[in-house]
C-alpha cells in the first residue's frame, strides 16, 4: 500500500503486565427482557409501616391542597373585584398550578423537617446494623462517555482504595464501562486503565469494556452489562462520571441488600463538591444546606415506594433485569425512541415488579460534583427536559404504584412550570396594560344593572404576593434553623452567622439566574414540542470559564426580552415596575451575571459559600482531587494513532480489548467500511487523519485491517 510495510503489533509477551490477560472476566449472562408498559406482571407489595406512611402522605398532599385553595380563593378576590376577565381568568388558572407546585414542595420541606428533628426515620436498619462479612458479590459500575480520564479514574480509585481499607475489597469487582466516541479519549482511557491496575498492584478486580456502538446511551450501556456479566453479582453500585463514594457507605448499602431481600434499590444523596467557580459553589452550598431537608422530606412520605436519580445508588441486578428492560417508545424523536431520562422508569418498573425502593438521604460517603456554568446547567437542562418530558408517554402504563406516577409527574412539572411561569408573567402584565390603555366597557351589551368596573385590589395582591413568596423561600429558612439545631453541622459551616450570610448569598444570585433558567427551559420546552432531539453531550467539568462572544449571542435574547419587559412596566407604571425589578433585572444582566458566576469565586464569597467537606475533607474526596491533578499533569493530550504506535504494551492491550478487530459476516456498519478506504487511500497518516470524521477514526481503531494502516502510516 503506496510503499508502507504493514507491521503486526507484537503479541502479549512476558513484558506486558499480567493483568493484561483478562479485561473482562468470564461472561456471566442474565436475561433482561423488555418490559411491556401495557402489561402488568403480578407482584407482590413489599412490607412497611403503611399506617403511618399513609398518615405522611396524607399530610404532604391534604397541607399542599389546604395552602393551594387558600392561595386561589385570595388571588380570585384580588382579580374579581369588577368581574373576570379573560386575561384574569388565565391568571389565575396559571396562579392556582403554580402555586400548587410550591406548595407541594412547601409541605414537603416540612415532612423533611419534622424528620430531621424527630427520631430517623430507618426502615433498613443501617444505622444500628451489626457490621457482619459481605457473603454476596457487588459490582461496582463506572459508566463514562467521552469523559476526562484522569478526573474518572482518579475518582474510581480514590473509592477503590476507601473500600478496600475497609478490609471487604473481595466481595467488589469494579467496572469502567466505556460509551466513548472519541477515538483519543477512547485510547487515553485504556492507558488510563492499565495505569490504574498497575497503581493498585495489578488486581483483576478491576475491569474496563467499551462499546463499539453506545446504543441507548447509558441505559443501554447499563443494560449491556446485566446481560453480560449480571449474572455473576446479587448487586451493582451504578456511578457516574464525577461520583466518588466511601467505602463505609458503600458496606452500609452493601450490606442493608443482604439483609432484605425484598428491597431492590437504594438511593444515597450525593453532596455536590469540587466547585471552582461561583455558580458552582453556590449550587453545592444550596446542596448542602437545603438538599438535606428537602430529600428526608422525601424519603419520609415515599417510604418503600421512592425513586431512582441515576446514580450513587445500589441496585439488586435480578430485580434491575427481571423488570427494569425499557421498551422504545412509538413515534419519532424527541418523543419516540429510547427513554432518555431512564432512571425514574427503572425504578417506577422495579416497583411495579414488587421491588421496595429505599432513599437513605441521612448516609454520609456519597459525593458527585455540579455544572460549573449557568451555560452548562443549561444544556444539561434541555437533554433532561426531553427525557421528562418523555415521561408523558409511560404515564398511563399498567401496574405502576400511584407513587411511581407522582415522580413521573413531578419529574414533568419541573420543566413545564418554567413555561407556565413565562405565560403567567405575560399575561399579568397584558391585564395590566388592558386596564391603562384600553378604554372599559362599563355597560356591555348583557343586561346589568350596574357598571363594569374594570379593577383588581392592589392591596390584597400584595399579600398574595407576600404570601408566594414566603412559601417559596421559607424551606430556605427553615433548612437554616434545622442546621443551627445541630451543633457539628453548625461547625462545619463555620458558624450560624457565616451560613446566613451565604444563605442571603446564595438566594440573591440564584433569584437573578432563576428568571434567565426560566427562560432557558422554557425555550428547551418549546423546541422539544417542535421536534427537534437535544442530542447528547458530555457535560463540561473543568474550571467553567466562558467566552464573552458566545455568551452574549446565547443570552442577548434574554436581555432584549429583559429590556422589553421593564419598558412595558414602567409604561404602565412606576410601583407595576419595581414590583417586576428581580424578573427584569436577572433578565437584562443575563450576559454579565453568567460570565461572572463563570469565574473563579470572588474573595467575599469564601468564607459564606464554604461547606462542611471544604472545611474538614473526607479523605475519599482529597485523595480523588490530589489523584485527578496528579494524573491530569501526567497525561498530557496526545494522538491516538501515535499513542499505540509509540507504547507497544497499550497496543497489544488495546489488541486485546477489541471484541471484533475483524469485520464479523453481516457487519455493513459505514464508519467501518469507509475508514478501511480512507486510510488505504491516504499516502501520510496527517493525510489519514484529517480525512477521517472522529467516529471513522474510531472506528479504524476497533477495525484489525483500517488499525495495521494506521500504524504503518505512523512508523514509515
Known amino acids: 500500500m503506496d510503499g508502507v510495510t504493514l507491521e503486526r503489533a507484537p503479541a502479549l509477551g512476558h513484558d506486558a503486565p499480567a493483568a493484561l490477560a483478562d479485561a473482562l472476566p468470564p461472561e456471566a449472562p442474565l436475561a433482561m427482557p423488555v418490559q411491556s408498559l401495557w402489561q402488568a406482571p403480578r407482584a407482590s407489595h413489599p412490607p412497611g409501616p403503611r399506617l403511618a406512611l399513609w398518615l405522611r402522605r396524607a399530610f404532604v398532599f391534604l397541607g399542599a391542597a389546604v395552602l393551594t385553595m387558600f392561595a386561589a380563593h385570595e388571588m380570585y378576590l384580588v382579580l374579581d373585584v369588577g368581574g373576570l376577565t379573560v386575561l384574569e381568568g388565565v391568571v389565575l388558572a396559571l396562579f392556582v398550578v403554580l402555586f400548587a407546585w410550591i406548595g407541594f414542595s412547601f409541605t414537603n420541606a416540612l415532612g423533611g423537617a419534622m424528620a430531621m428533628l424527630g427520631r430517623r426515620v430507618d426502615p433498613l436498619g443501617i444505622a444500628t446494623a451489626t457490621p457482619a462479612p459481605l457473603t454476596q458479590r457487588t459490582a461496582i459500575l463506572m459508566p463514562t462517555y467521552n469523559e476526562a480520564p484522569a478526573r474518572i479514574f482518579a475518582g474510581l480509585q480514590a473509592t477503590y482504595e476507601s473500600v478496600e481499607a475497609t478490609g471487604a475489597i473481595d466481595a467488589f469487582d469494579f467496572f469502567i ?47 449491556e452489562w446485566v446481560t453480560r456479566f449480571g449474572g455473576a453479582y446479587e448487586a451493582m453500585l451504578v456511578l457516574d462520571a464525577d461520583s466518588v463514594m466511601t467505602g463505609d457507605c458503600i458496606l452500609a448499602v452493601a450490606g442493608a441488600m443482604e439483609r432484605h431481600p425484598h428491597v431492590g434499590l437504594i438511593q444515597t444523596l450525593p453532596v455536590i463538591v469540587g466547585g471552582r467557580t461561583l455558580f458552582s459553589r453556590m449550587q453545592q452550598f444550596a446542596g448542602r444546606l437545603y438538599g438535606p431537608m428537602l430529600a428526608e422530606g422525601l424519603a419520609w412520605w415515599h417510604g418503600p415506594d421512592s425513586n431512582y436519580w441515576g446514580h450513587n445508588a445500589i441496585i439488586r441486578t435480578r430485580a434491575f433485569a427481571g423488570s427494569a428492560g425499557l421498551p422504545h417508545l412509538k413515534g419519532r424523536k424527541p418523543f419516540g425512541g429510547h427513554i432518555l431520562s431512564h432512571d425514574f422508569i427503572e425504578a417506577a418498573l422495579i416497583r411495579r415488579g414488587g421491588w421496595a425502593v429505599h432513599m437513605v438521604p441521612w448516609l454520609k460517603g456519597s459525593y458527585e460534583e455540579g455544572p460549573p456554568a449557568l451555560t452548562d446547567l443549561a444544556v444539561r437542562d434541555r437533554r433532561w427536559c426531553q427525557g421528562n418530558l418523555q415521561h408523558a408517554a409511560v404515564l398511563p402504563a399498567r401496574g405502576l404504584h400511584p407513587v411511581s406516577r407522582i415522580h413521573l409527574l413531578t419529574g414533568i412539572g419541573s420543566y413545564i412550570t418554567a413555561p407556565l411561569w413565562l405565560i403567567m408573567l405575560i399575561a399579568g402584565l397584558m391585564t395590566a396594560l388592558q386596564a391603562r390603555f384600553v378604554p372599559p366597557d362599563y355597560f356591555p351589551s348583557e343586561f346589568s344593572l350596574f357598571p363594569n368596573w374594570p379593577a383588581q385590589d392592589p392591596i390584597r395582591a400584595a399579600w398574595v404576593f407576600v404570601g408566594t413568596m414566603g412559601v417559596l423561600l421559607l424551606p430556605k429558612v427553615i433548612a437554616y434553623l434545622v442546621m443551627l439545631t445541630d451543633p457539628p453541622t453548625r461547625r462545619a459551616f463555620g458558624g450560624g452567622i457565616l451560613a446566613f450570610f451565604g444563605m442571603i448569598g446564595e438566594t440573591l444570585i440564584a433569584g437573578l439566574a432563576a428568571p434567565v433558567m426560566m427562560l432557558a427551559q422554557s425555550s428547551a420546552v418549546a423546541t422539544i414540542l417542535a421536534g427537534r432531539d437535544g442530542g447528547w453531550n458530555p457535560q463540561r467539568r473543568d474550571d467553567g470559564t466562558v467566552a464573552l462572544g458566545p455568551t452574549l449571542r446565547h443570552f442577548l435574547p434574554h436581555t432584549l426580552f429583559g429590556m422589553a419587559l421593564g419598558g412595558a412596566a414602567l409604561a404602565i407604571s412606576l410601583p407595576l415596575f419595581l414590583w417586576m425589578l428581580p424578573v427584569v433585572l436577572g433578565l437584562v444582566l443575563a450576559v454579565p451575571l453568567v460570565v461572572w458566576t463563570s469565574t473563579r469565586w470572588p474573595l467575599v464569597f469564601r468564607a459564606i459559600l464554604t461547606i462542611p467537606e471544604e472545611r474538614a475533607p473526607p479523605p475519599v474526596l482529597t485523595r480523588a482531587f490530589v489523584l485527578a491533578r496528579q494524573l491530569a499533569a501526567e497525561a498530557g493530550e496526545e494522538e491516538a494513532v501515535q499513542r499505540l504506535a509509540g507504547d507497544p504494551v497499550l497496543l497489544a492491550a488495546h489488541r486485546r480489548m477489541l471484541p471484533a478487530a475483524e469485520r464479523p459476516p453481516g457487519d455493513y456498519a459505514p464508519e467501518r467500511l469507509v475508514a478501511r478506504a480512507k486510510v488505504t487511500d491516504a499516502a501520510r497518516l496527517d493525510e489519514a487523519l484529517r480525512l477521517l470524521t472522529p467516529r471513522e477514526k474510531a472506528a479504524a481503531l476497533g477495525d484489525g485491517p483500517a488499525l495495521d494502516r494506521l500504524l504503518a502510516l505512523a512508523r514509515a
Request: glycine share 8%.
Open 177 to 223: 464501562l466505556s460509551d466513548t466516541t472519541d477515538a483519543d479519549v477512547w485510547i487515553a482511557e485504556e492507558a488510563a486503565f492499565l495505569a490504574l491496575r498497575e497503581r493498585t498492584g495489578g488486581h483483576s478486580r478491576l475491569f474496563y469494556r467499551r462499546r463499539p456502538k453506545n446504543i441507548d446511551r447509558k441505559a443501554g450501556n447499563i443494560g
